[in-house]
């Protein structure tokens, strides 16, 4: 089924009263469905085998899988899965193309099971139900390893016996059959397995948040390395000698960085094969062929990628298609068996995505997709590198887009920090900067302290920095495009997910002369209830998260996480604030929003409150997102003076009145 093309295919509803919707109109306003509706065609995948090609598409407007034969055009695919309540994010391929595989969770509260769906049963006529495998409720399954050597089994890891740990199963694809291997009783995060599918190695997380890695033997365990709370360490595949595997570490006072060494796993002897050349960055790949088992390249990341091809072969045939779209990145992934046939991704900061097949026999470049064709990227907006210091003099790395056409001057700012806070955000196309800058606001994307790739240093930096250094990394960056001219100091807002929903309310809070406004999405307020109420699948990270984060236990401990909680300095926030939770959400609990709701209402101060049922941490389902970007288009324009789009779908206006929470019904137990 097509899916319809909402702008058209329905009656347009005025937003409301907008008298704010103004703001530089030299550049189009793109419709944000273009930024965020599902995209027509995405997560294109070959068969093993090379007859098929799969992708996700919308079906019943929710994303499902649909399949076609290699040489079929795209208007004879046929759906394969019918999920209507929660879209389909991810799937793979057995390795003998008999099966395609995929994980689904209830309602966005990420108890995952495994579904399989057989390629042979598809059809016009009917889309049969896929089976699920595992079948079990309010459980968490984990896939650890797809192995070569029987094409019929997954290694998988299954909460059942106890929430906190995952026992070793082995599953039967064609039967659904589980036969569990070990009980987890030694507090093991993850098993690996070398190239024969032969359990060599087991992950373990101590109490005291040291990590573990332990060869497994017929008979015994011995522990070959271990690694502190403030290092990092972690094994990536075996060689094909299935002797030695490839580890990634940074132990050691003289390691900064994370570098990519071998081990040999009889004598727990390492040897350094490669850190980054450039002294930048942390180890941040390993492409290796499924084919031969060798390294295809090797990746870095500070402000851009960098690539180290290992492969000569394999690194002409990049350069080659790179040849033919100057300005552009290319990716090369997802090859059949034989590698013959690879996927090719063309990408950049102004283009999501257009999806190639490339034929290594012929070196013929076939073009199937683009991720969004209504997209011009003529009316996108570049998006460069900057550095600034912080309070304490600490450089931080940043990403910044200006409005297309703007003077770059005077303009009304959104910051976004990222979520995590253990994690980053890279160059390349991003919707919400996009989305933002297209309405006429200046987007900034602070690697703050604590952000992956920079080094243990950097990492460890933001340990305990919750709202303290943490934020001033924000803060400071705002301040620099203040100062630079860039940005309208009357107005700038802060808007993020998770931890970044938590760096909102932190920046109101903490620094309430700062910021215009805000929107916090499933972000938490309350730094004591946050990692009281962590998952229970969560355990192995326990002692890391109070030891980067802060010990509720201890006296002290409770103190600082009391004070870096945005929620006890509700009483300082006079911003605007719009508040975005799922009802679902395991990670941050709706009473992390309903706290801070509460307060702002009963002081009242200006707060406005989504709440989807039906989603967990962030939106999932494309009406709910939809209806929330609506939600912050009309808020940021009504704070910041700047564009928005005066129409709304009737499904999309009709699901925002839905989520609307009536501030005044929030109550806590």
């Known amino acids: 089924m097509k899916k319809l093309n909402w702008p058209f295919a329905v009656v347009l509803v ?22 965020f509706d599902n995209p027509e065609i995405s997560g294109m995948q070959l068969s093993p085998d090379g007859f098929y090609l799969t992708f996700l598409k919308p079906y019943n407007g929710t994303n499902n899988i649909w399949l076609k034969g290699i040489n079929d055009p795209f208007d004879e695919a046929v759906p394969i899965s019918q999920d209507s309540s929660r879209a389909i994010s991810s799937y793979m391929w057995s390795r003998d193309s008999k099966f395609i595989l995929y994980v689904q969770d209830s309602g ?25 495998l595992t079948n079990l409720e309010g459980i968490r399954v984990m896939i650890f390893d797809v192995p070569r050597s029987n094409h019929d089994l997954l290694y998988l890891g299954i909460n059942d016996r106890d929430k906190a740990w995952h026992d070793l199963y082995s599953l039967q694809i064609s039967t659904g059959k589980l036969n569990l291997i070990r009980e987890n009783t030694n507090r093991y995060t993850g098993w690996i397995f070398d190239n024969d599918a032969k359990l060599r190695l087991a992950s373990r997380s101590r ?52 570098q990519l060494y071998q081990m040999d796993i009889k004598t727990g002897d390492m040897e350094l094969i490669e850190g980054d050349p450039e002294g930048k960055a942390d180890f941040g790949g390993l492409a290796i062929s499924d084919k031969t088992l060798d390294i295809l390249y090797t990746s870095y990341t500070d402000a851009y990628t960098r690539r180290y091809y290992k492969d000569k072969e394999f690194e002409e045939q990049v350069k080659s298609i790179e040849a033919q779209f100057p300005n552009e990145k290319v990716s090369m992934y997802g090859a059949t068996a034989d590698e013959n046939l690879w996927i090719v991704n063309v990408w950049s900061d102004v283009n999501p995505g257009e999806t190639y097949i490339y034929n290594v026999e012929t070196k013929e470049l076939h073009f199937q997709n683009k991720l969004r064709p209504n997209l011009d990227k003529e009316n996108l907006s570049p998006v460069k590198s900057i550095t600034y210091n912080s309070s304490d003099g600490l450089e931080i790395q940043a990403y910044l887009t200006l409005p297309k056409g703007s003077s770059g001057k005077k303009l009304p700012l959104v910051v976004n920090p ?92 903490f620094t309430p002369d700062l910021y215009t406004c805000g929107v916090s999405v499933v972000g938490p307020s309350n730094l004591i209830t946050l990692l009281n109420s962590l998952p229970p699948y969560w355990e192995a990270g326990r002692k890391t998260f109070y030891e980067r984060m802060g010990d509720p236990n201890t006296p002290e401990g409770l103190e600082q996480i009391k004070r870096q909680s945005p929620l006890f300095s509700a009483d300082k926030i006079v911003a605007p604030l719009l508040v975005v939770q799922g009802q679902n959400d395991p990670r941050v609990n709706k009473a992390e929003s309903d706290q801070i709701v509460i307060a702002l209402r009963d002081r009242g101060f200006p707060v406005e409150y989504l709440n989807a049922p039906d989603e967990g941490h962030g939106y999932a389902r494309p009406v709910n997102n939809m209806a929330y970007i609506v939600a912050m288009e009309r808020f940021l324009a009504k704070y910041l003076d700047g564009r928005c789009q005066e129409t709304v779908t009737e499904p999309v206006a009709k699901r925002l009145e839905e989520i609307t929470v009536d501030i005044n019904s929030v109550e806590l137990p």
């Not at 907008?18 to 469905?33: A, F, H, Q, W």
Request: proline content about 4%.
């Open 108 to 132: 966005g509260d990420e108890n995952y099971n495994i579904y399989a769906i057989d390629p042979a049963e598809a059809s016009e006529e009917e889309i049969h139900e896929p089976r699920n």
């Open 418 to 509: 990222h979520g995590g806070p253990w994690a980053r955000d890279r160059w390349g196309y991003n919707p919400y900067a996009q989305f933002l800058a297209n309405r006429g606001y200046a987007v900034l994307q602070p690697n703050f302290r604590a952000s992956t790739g920079f080094g243990k240093a950097f990492l460890n930096a933001g340990n305990k920095q919750w709202g303290d250094l943490m934020q001033d990394d924000i803060t400071w960056g705002v301040k620099h495009l203040i100062d630079q001219g860039v940005v309208d100091k009357e107005r700038v807002a802060i808007f993020g997910g998770s931890y970044g929903g938590y760096a909102t309310l932190a920046g109101l809070a």
């Open 207 to 258: 109490v005291d948040g040291t990590s573990e890695l332990w060869r497994i033997d017929k008979v015994g365990e011995t522990k070959l390395y271990e690694s502190s709370i403030f290092e990092t360490a972690y094994p990536i595949s075996f060689k094909k000698d299935n002797r030695h595997f490839y580890i990634v570490s940074n132990v050691g006072e003289e390691n900064n960085f994370t």
């Open 14 to 35: 005025l937003v409301g009263v907008l008298g704010s919707c103004t703001g530089n109109k030299s550049v189009p306003l793109i419709d944000r469905e273009i930024f």
